[in-house]
């Protein structure tokens, strides 16, 4: 009995000179747990395997543990549906506790997501740019610009090659029709017209109807999203013989090189905006590819590349609270990270979007490969109407 | 004019490969009263496979065909003889049944064939356009017509012409008198379900010419393919083709003249027939 009371008194002296804490200790072992919501099924089902590569090359960087405590990935499938979307975001939050969620893509399954982790405080990611409206929210990073910013280049590219009007393909949902102002944006801002709007069904399966009911122009822009939509796109208009240059958008990540090598020569002097190529000429690049390429066996591609620099500035951000994943002290530590990525110089503007370089690129076959090959460089493209 | 040309071209292409989905799966519905929802996915297995032969391999496009159609016949007669036989007229069975199959077979194709979608590939000597009227048109849409022709007279010689077909006509009308003059109508049925899926399998080579091939495109093309059956009427050659050219051409010169509204022109056209026709265009009293 007196023994007992003595293991008492010195375990109670302890605990109180904080030598033996044991809150605290399991506090420090709590991992930080990040949610990601993408596609395994539906339209896009190729697509979450290429994101879910780059934000495990972004972990496994940090050893998978940032001040003691260790990272935790929980990853969901979007299945391509904003109910989806939403029901899994409910799930990671109220039952996960996760603070940071990466994805969805979808535009509409971002908007569809907005006011619920905005209300829960939780960091929100796009994965492939996102809607210039999640910006009110102040809780998403969107990378590596708005869809507008994206293809804000292509515009001004257009109109520099001395087109004056332009035909424009548009994948009618929510992230189409923003792509689409993004050309129509920089088109217009110096001196072209768009004469014609075509919207397409995302999905569209024959695209012949609409090809043979283009106007004439000097150009035709188009996004409509994904491989299978873009691959039958530029397929079927090179079969009808349409003479007008077409232009597309988010080529590199929707036609990748292994893609490209089945469409074969029906792709090359394809011209378009692109977010990143795997032969980007920067050391951080080279370096990256090579890990990449060790790690998954395979090429990275612009997919890849974005959940990479997003996974990797919010690790960033982490580091610099301390492994503090609170919203109120994460969000602005992110905001401030300055960073050399793959894709060129990183930096954030106080909504959370970032400013990276924009690439006009050209499919080029050399020596039997197919490649994109970048041809123009605009730095830190920005939405013109952030401030 | 041209553009007349060139969207009647269109929507008689697109219509050919509706009618050749469309045709097996309203067969099997007529003569057997069997819903198979899993015919679109034996479409996409087609389709994969054809591709796997005429493309990977780089053997000739017929054989990939050939390849597509009995990949999926054989996929579809496993259907019938291990599982569908066991549920004849328990539709509601069969439509659960078929359905899993759907997600079932959709996620083994994810397995083998990943989740890129396939490009658009057809025989060497169709790649490529010919003119007509000053625009250049693809010579592959123009096999399709051709070919869907061409196989649309066949199925309908061979139900119409042919003892086999007077048999499933038989059989479609009395089952029981079809077998007390003793015809072996479950064999014979086993083989129209083979011929069907065949057909489908062989429709999904013919499709990828246009459409490629992808993952989601198992339950696309069910959507269609029971949109034809309604209109054109279930169990019969004529119905499915007169459906297939039909919506076809609605979803051509919807997409050119209103493409605003081109999601929505087949079902308008579908809830119009009907309204006049409850049992579609060629549809039969059973």
Same mark, same amino acid.
């Given at each position: 009995?007196?023994?007992?009371?003595?293991?008492?008194?010195?375990?109670?002296?302890?605990?109180?000179?904080?030598?033996?804490?044991? =809150?605290?200790?399991?506090?420090?072992?709590?991992?930080?747990?990040?949610? *990601?919501?993408?596609?395994? =099924? +539906?339209? /896009?089902?190729?697509?979450?395997?290429?994101?879910?590569?780059?934000?495990?090359?972004?972990?496994?960087?940090?050893?998978?543990?940032?001040?003691?405590?260790?990272?935790?990935?929980?990853?969901?499938?979007?299945?391509?549906?904003?109910?989806?979307?939403?029901?899994?975001?409910?799930?990671?939050?109220?039952?996960?506790?996760?603070?940071?969620?990466?994805?969805?893509?979808?535009?509409?399954?971002?908007?569809?997501?907005?006011?619920?982790?905005?209300?829960?405080?939780?960091?929100?990611?796009?994965?492939?740019?996102?809607?210039?409206?999640?910006?009110?929210?102040?809780?998403?990073?969107?990378?590596?610009?708005?869809?507008?910013?994206? =293809?804000?280049?292509?515009?001004?590219? /257009?109109?520099?090659?001395?087109?004056?009007?332009?035909?424009?393909?548009? *994948?009618?949902?929510?992230?189409?029709?923003?792509?689409?102002?993004?050309?129509?944006?920089?088109?217009?801002?110096?001196?072209?017209?768009?004469?014609?709007?075509?919207?397409?069904?995302?999905?569209? *399966?024959?695209?012949?109807?609409?090809?043979?009911?283009?106007?004439?122009?000097?150009?035709?822009?188009?996004?409509?999203?994904?491989?299978?939509?873009?691959?039958?796109?530029?397929?079927?208009?090179?079969?009808?013989?349409?003479?007008?240059?077409?232009? +597309?958008?988010?080529?590199?990540?929707?036609?990748?090189?292994?893609?490209?090598?089945?469409?074969?020569?029906?792709?090359?002097?394809?011209?378009?905006?692109?977010?990143?190529?795997?032969?980007?000429?920067?050391?951080?690049?080279?370096?990256?590819?090579?890990?990449?390429?060790?790690?998954?066996?395979?090429?990275?591609?612009?997919?890849?590349?974005?959940?990479?620099?997003?996974?990797?500035?919010?690790?960033?951000?982490?580091?610099? =609270?301390?492994?503090?994943?609170?919203?109120?002290?994460?969000?602005?530590?992110?905001?401030?990270?300055?960073?050399?990525?793959?894709?060129?110089?990183?930096?954030?503007?106080?909504?959370?979007?970032?400013?990276?370089?924009?690439?006009?690129?050209?499919?080029?076959?050399?020596?039997?490969?197919?490649?994109?090959?970048?041809?123009?460089?605009?730095?830190?493209?920005?939405?013109?109407?952030?401030? | 004019?041209?553009?007349?040309?060139?969207?009647?071209?269109?929507?008689?292409?697109?219509?050919?490969?509706?009618?050749?989905?469309?045709?097996?799966?309203?067969?099997?519905?007529?003569?057997?009263?069997?819903?198979?929802?899993?015919?679109?996915?034996?479409?996409?297995?087609?389709?994969?496979?054809? $591709?796997?032969?005429?493309?990977?391999?780089?053997?000739?496009?017929?054989?990939?065909?050939?390849?597509?159609?009995?990949?999926?016949?054989?996929?579809?007669?496993?259907?019938?003889?291990?599982?569908?036989?066991?549920?004849?007229?328990?539709?509601?069975?069969?439509?659960?049944?078929?359905?899993?199959?759907?997600?079932?077979?959709?996620?083994?194709?994810? $397995?083998? %064939?990943?989740? %890129?979608?396939?490009?658009?590939?057809?025989?060497?000597?169709?790649?490529?356009?010919?003119?007509?009227?000053?625009?250049?048109?693809?010579?592959?849409?123009?096999?399709?017509?051709?070919?869907?022709?061409?196989?649309?007279? &066949?199925? $309908? %010689?061979?139900?119409?012409?042919?003892?086999?077909?007077?048999?499933?006509?038989?059989?479609?009308?009395?089952?029981?008198?079809?077998?007390?003059?003793?015809?072996?109508?479950?064999? #014979?049925?086993?083989?129209?379900?083979?011929?069907?899926?065949?057909?489908?399998?062989?429709?999904?080579?013919?499709?990828?010419?246009?459409?490629?091939?992808?993952?989601?495109?198992?339950?696309? &093309?069910? #959507?269609?393919?029971?949109?034809?059956?309604?209109?054109?009427?279930?169990?019969? &050659?004529?119905?499915?083709?007169?459906?297939?050219?039909?919506?076809? #051409?609605?979803?051509?010169?919807?997409?050119?003249?209103?493409?605003?509204?081109?999601?929505?022109?087949?079902?308008?056209?579908? &809830?119009?027939?009907?309204?006049?026709?409850?049992?579609?265009?060629?549809?039969?009293?059973?």
């Amino acid at each position: 009995m007196k023994k007992i009371g003595l293991a008492l008194l010195v375990v109670g002296l302890l605990v109180s000179l904080g030598l033996v804490s044991p =809150t605290q200790k399991s506090f420090a072992a709590e991992p930080i747990k990040i949610g *990601a919501i993408l596609n395994y =099924t +539906g339209p /896009a089902a190729m697509l979450g395997p290429l994101f879910k590569n780059g934000i495990v090359m972004a972990l496994e960087e940090y050893n998978s543990q940032i001040a003691g405590r260790p990272l935790e990935l929980i990853v969901e499938d979007a299945a391509g549906s904003p109910n989806v979307c939403l029901e899994k975001a409910r799930k990671l939050v109220e039952r996960d506790k996760v603070k940071i969620i990466i994805g969805p893509l979808m535009g509409d399954a971002q908007l569809a997501l907005g006011p619920y982790l905005a209300n829960k405080g939780v960091l929100a990611t796009g994965l492939y740019c996102a809607m210039f409206e999640l910006t009110k929210y102040q809780n998403w990073l969107i990378y590596p610009t708005t869809a507008l910013g994206l =293809t804000l280049p292509l515009g001004w590219y /257009a109109a520099d090659k001395g087109h004056k009007t332009m035909v424009m393909i548009i *994948a009618d949902y929510a992230g189409g029709h923003a792509f689409m102002k993004g050309v129509r944006t920089g088109f217009e801002e110096k001196g072209g017209k768009v004469v014609q709007e075509v919207l397409v069904p995302v999905g569209t *399966a024959d695209f012949g109807p609409y090809i043979s009911n283009l106007k004439n122009a000097d150009c035709v822009a188009f996004f409509v999203p994904n491989t299978g939509d873009s691959s039958r796109l530029v397929t079927q208009y090179k079969e009808f013989g349409v003479k007008m240059p077409l232009y +597309g958008t988010t080529l590199a990540a929707d036609l990748p090189e292994h893609v490209m090598k089945e469409l074969g020569d029906k792709v090359v002097g394809l011209q378009g905006q692109a977010l990143y190529i795997w032969s980007l000429d920067n050391p951080v690049n080279k370096k990256w590819v090579k890990a990449m390429e060790k790690r998954f066996g395979k090429t990275p591609g612009g997919l890849a590349n974005n959940s990479y620099c997003i996974t990797s500035s919010i690790l960033a951000g982490l580091k610099a =609270t301390g492994g503090d994943e609170t919203f109120s002290k994460l969000w602005p530590a992110v905001l401030k990270v300055k960073m050399d990525t793959p894709q060129g110089p990183l930096a954030y503007t106080k909504e959370g979007v970032a400013l990276a370089n924009g690439y006009i690129v050209e499919a080029k076959r050399i020596n039997g490969r197919y490649s994109w090959d970048p041809i123009k460089v605009y730095p830190a493209v920005r939405d013109p109407r952030l401030k | 004019m041209e553009n007349l040309v060139i969207n009647l071209l269109n929507g008689l292409s697109y219509g050919m490969v509706l009618f050749l989905i469309a045709s097996g799966m309203s067969i099997v519905m007529g003569a057997m009263n069997i819903i198979n929802l899993s015919h679109g996915v034996l479409y996409m297995i087609g389709g994969y496979v054809g $591709w796997t032969v005429a493309v990977k391999l780089g053997a000739p496009f017929a054989l990939g065909l050939l390849a597509g159609g009995l990949a999926a016949g054989l996929v579809g007669l496993m259907l019938e003889r291990g599982f569908l036989r066991f549920l004849y007229k328990q539709p509601n069975e069969q439509v659960l049944l078929s359905f899993g199959f759907v997600y079932i077979l959709s996620n083994l194709s994810l $397995w083998v %064939w990943g989740g %890129w979608p396939r490009m658009p590939f057809t025989a060497k000597f169709l790649s490529g356009s010919f003119e007509i009227l000053g625009r250049a048109y693809p010579k592959a849409r123009f096999a399709t017509i051709v070919f869907g022709l061409v196989l649309a007279g &066949i199925l $309908w %010689w061979l139900q119409d012409r042919t003892r086999v077909g007077a048999m499933v006509r038989a059989g479609m009308d009395n089952k029981e008198i079809t077998m007390g003059l003793g015809i072996n109508l479950e064999r #014979l049925f086993a083989i129209v379900f083979f011929v069907a899926s065949f057909i489908a399998g062989l429709a999904g080579v013919i499709g990828a010419q246009l459409l490629g091939v992808y993952n989601a495109l198992g339950l696309e &093309i069910l #959507l269609l393919a029971l949109i034809v059956i309604i209109v054109g009427g279930v169990g019969s &050659i004529q119905g499915a083709l007169l459906g297939g050219i039909l919506i076809g #051409l609605v979803d051509a010169f919807g997409k050119a003249l209103f493409p605003r509204f081109a999601m929505f022109t087949m079902y308008f056209t579908m &809830i119009i027939v009907l309204l006049l026709k409850p049992r579609g265009l060629f549809g039969r009293k059973v």
